[in-house]
């Protein structure tokens, strides 16, 4: 029988979510799930270092790295972390991120810049064996890991929680992209609905600006009068372009605007995110939530992801929703995660 260690910081805001995970793998028969803690100790000058709390020799680890840290200290305490644990003598190491910090700093936009997302997946890839995440900013970032590094998507377990709650919302339906450049995501949930029975329609924000970094108007390409729309975006940061292109909506017409957004950081708070009908973020971080807003879980996604990386089967499988057409995966078994 498989040895797995789950391993997290039982201090950390992220926990929870790792909990939910050993949870999930706790019920599986033929798989040994332990949950181990990590020992942070803090020097009076702010030097740390980490210690894992109990014997992982010769198990298979998955580091579930929490996501709410402050980035500077998400990044050098995920590098210790995977020292100490390359000194531990694990069967494997496997990072698990929920949200993966730098990936929106993904390509050298001008000369004598850093690329983030590189430098992390090169010293990611110097410690562990896989990896994985979900919903990155740039899915090409994969291409940066040198060892196998999964990007799953949260759009099957959407569906799910939609299907299950909110039926209602997939009437008269439009998927929007609040930019051009988040084309590819939006016909990604459309192609999903409509494997599984659900009819949607398309439409496009397109920004202008008068200055830098400052939105002065959003246009809408399609047809939205009289339709409930849900925006898609991969993460809420000031949440500036989401509101406008819900704002844009409206003025042309919508009936219901809807928003969802994976990761949701929320640096300027939520309190202006009510001219949503409803806001629907996942659980890969923590915040405070307004009255429009409803959280989903992707703790089943990720702990399906581990299980299905320690028995060595697909996980392309279970994620496509083709495959429950085609009678590949059971209804049943893809309506779990």
């Given at each position: 029988?498989e040895?797995?260690a789950?391993i997290a910081?039982?201090?950390g805001?992220?926990f929870?979510f790792a909990q939910?995970?050993?949870?999930y793998l706790?019920?599986k028969k033929?798989?040994?799930?332990?949950?181990?803690?990590?020992?942070?100790?803090?020097?009076?000058?702010?030097?740390?270092?980490?210690?894992i709390?109990?014997?992982i020799?010769?198990?298979r680890?998955?580091?579930?790295?929490?996501?709410n840290?402050a980035?500077?200290?998400?990044?050098?305490e995920?590098?210790?972390?995977?020292?100490?644990?390359?000194?531990?003598?694990?069967?494997?190491?496997?990072?698990?991120?929920?949200?993966?910090?730098?990936a929106r700093?993904?390509r050298?936009?001008s000369?004598?810049?850093s690329?983030?997302?590189?430098a992390?997946?090169?010293?990611?890839?110097?410690?562990?064996?896989?990896g994985?995440?979900?919903?990155?900013?740039?899915g090409?970032m994969?291409e940066?890991?040198?060892?196998?590094f999964?990007?799953?998507y949260?759009?099957p377990s959407?569906i799910n929680?939609?299907?299950?709650?909110?039926?209602?919302?997939?009437?008269?339906?439009?998927?929007?992209?609040?930019?051009?450049?988040?084309?590819?995501r939006?016909?990604?949930?459309v192609?999903?609905?409509?494997?599984?029975?659900?009819?949607?329609?398309?439409?496009?924000?397109?920004?202008?600006r008068?200055?830098d970094?400052e939105?002065?108007k959003?246009?809408?390409?399609?047809?939205?009068?009289?339709?409930?729309?849900l925006?898609v975006?991969?993460?809420?940061?000031?949440?500036?372009t989401?509101?406008?292109?819900?704002q844009?909506?409206?003025e042309?017409?919508?009936?219901?605007?809807?928003a969802?957004?994976?990761?949701?950081?929320?640096?300027?708070g939520t309190e202006?995110f009510k001219?949503?009908?409803k806001?629907?973020?996942s659980?890969?971080l923590?915040?405070?939530?307004?009255?429009?807003?409803?959280?989903?879980?992707?703790?089943?996604?990720?702990?399906?992801?581990?299980y299905?990386t320690?028995?060595?089967?697909?996980?392309s499988?279970?994620?496509?929703e083709?495959?429950?057409?085609?009678?590949?995966v059971s209804?049943?078994?893809y309506?779990?995660?």
């Open positions: 029988m040895e797995v789950i910081d039982s201090k805001k992220g929870g939910g995970v050993y949870d706790k019920a033929d798989i040994d799930t332990s949950l181990v803690d990590i020992e942070k100790s803090v020097f009076k000058d702010g030097e740390f270092k980490v210690r709390k109990e014997n020799r010769r198990k680890c998955f580091l579930i790295h929490d996501s840290k980035p500077a200290e998400w990044f050098t995920l590098i210790f972390l995977l020292e100490a644990l390359t000194f531990s003598s694990p069967e494997e190491i496997n990072v698990v991120l929920p949200y993966t910090r730098f700093q993904e050298k936009e000369s004598r810049v690329v983030n997302a590189k992390l997946a090169d010293v990611v890839s110097l410690y562990a064996d896989r994985m995440t979900v919903d990155l900013h740039a090409q994969q940066y890991f040198s060892i196998p999964d990007n799953l949260s759009f959407l929680y939609l299907k299950k709650n909110h039926m209602d919302i997939f009437e008269n339906l439009v998927v929007v992209s609040p930019d051009l450049g988040g084309g590819k939006a016909e990604s949930l192609k999903r609905l409509a494997a599984r029975g659900i009819k949607t329609e398309i439409a496009f924000g397109h920004k202008t008068e200055k970094n939105v002065a959003t246009v809408i390409i399609g047809e939205v009068a009289g339709k409930n729309c925006i975006d991969d993460i809420i940061d000031t949440g500036g989401l509101i406008k292109t819900c844009a909506l409206k042309k017409g919508a009936m219901k605007v809807y969802f957004c994976p990761h949701g950081l929320f640096t300027e202006k001219v949503f009908d806001l629907l973020v659980d890969t923590c915040c405070s939530y307004a009255e429009n807003m409803e959280k989903f879980s992707l703790v089943n996604l990720f702990g399906e992801a581990i299905r320690t028995i060595g089967e697909s996980m499988v279970l994620f496509d083709g495959k429950v057409q085609e009678g590949q209804l049943e078994d309506e779990k995660i």
